[in-house]
């Protein structure tokens, strides 16, 4: 009886035995990789700096990334201004932008948007710039061209009152060229319409905006709505460059005589997404928000 106590007795610390040896470190199951984490969060543009001081902000709605408004440098000033640009929604789709300036000498913008059926484009556009006089004030009507096959944007011609006239009398043409999805020049043609409303070429005075040598990485601003960046860009064409999705490595901006052309490099640092943090140059540093 005794005999066999002891024989159980050592059969059960040998399969205790057994438990442990197989109780170890080197269990498969701790080896298997942690799953993965998914796709990195939709994120969209809040703030372009220089040496800690603030140039661009974007503030946009917490869930879809909406902008609301936007603040960045009145270039038509000479000191350190701001246009405050206030977005305007009807259906989801951007139908009014108005930028004001924090200098009174300059024109507060309405831009009045007409979108396509996808919202994604503009069909056509109004705008008045408001100035301290009628004569200062500007009244234009824009009418958009669209390539049929590629969908992009080839063609802006805005017509304009200006000086407190009642009738059009004043055209800007604004030609795009690209190179794949980014814009590459435009072309801005200013001057007279002729007796029946056309643009009358011959008038013409001619300025160049030249976007050259893209990058293949993320543009921050193909975080925010095309249609924000065109009324923009219409304030000052030299923003164009923005409703490109790629990013721009330097910019070649030919103005009328006896303006001297000018020419920007642009040198850029990213982050593990491809997005734009630092544009070294001009000691640039862009912040995103996570939507």
Known sequence: MVKN????????????GLLTACNTTSDPTESIPNPDDGPPPKRVLAKVSSNNMSQEDYVTTAVTGDLQTAVSKDESFAGSAYYTGTVTYTNKNITKIK???????????????????????????????????????????????YDPVTNRLTKILEKRKEAGISAYNKFINYAFVYSGENVTQVVCSK??????????????????YSFL??????????????????TRSLINPAQFYKISPNNPTSMFIELPAPATPVNTAQSY?????GYVVVEKNQNLTFTYKNL
């Open 5 to 16: 106590y002891f024989l159980k007795m050592f059969a059960g610390i040998a399969f205790l």
């Open 99 to 145: 930028f004001v300036s924090s200098a009174t000498s300059s024109l507060v913008y309405e831009f009045n948007i007409v979108p396509d059926a996808t919202g994604k484009k503009i069909y056509n556009a109004t705008s008045t710039a408001t100035g301290a006089t009628p004569s200062a004030s500007v009244v234009s009507d824009y009418a958009f061209t």
């Open 191 to 208: 001057g007279l319409l002729d007796i029946n409303g056309s643009p009358n070429m011959g008038t013409a005075v001619i300025s160049k």
């Open 213 to 230: 040598n893209y990058d293949a990485q993320k543009s921050p601003y193909s975080t925010l709505p095309t249609a924000y960046f065109i």
């Open 269 to 273: 640092s990213y982050d593990n997404q």
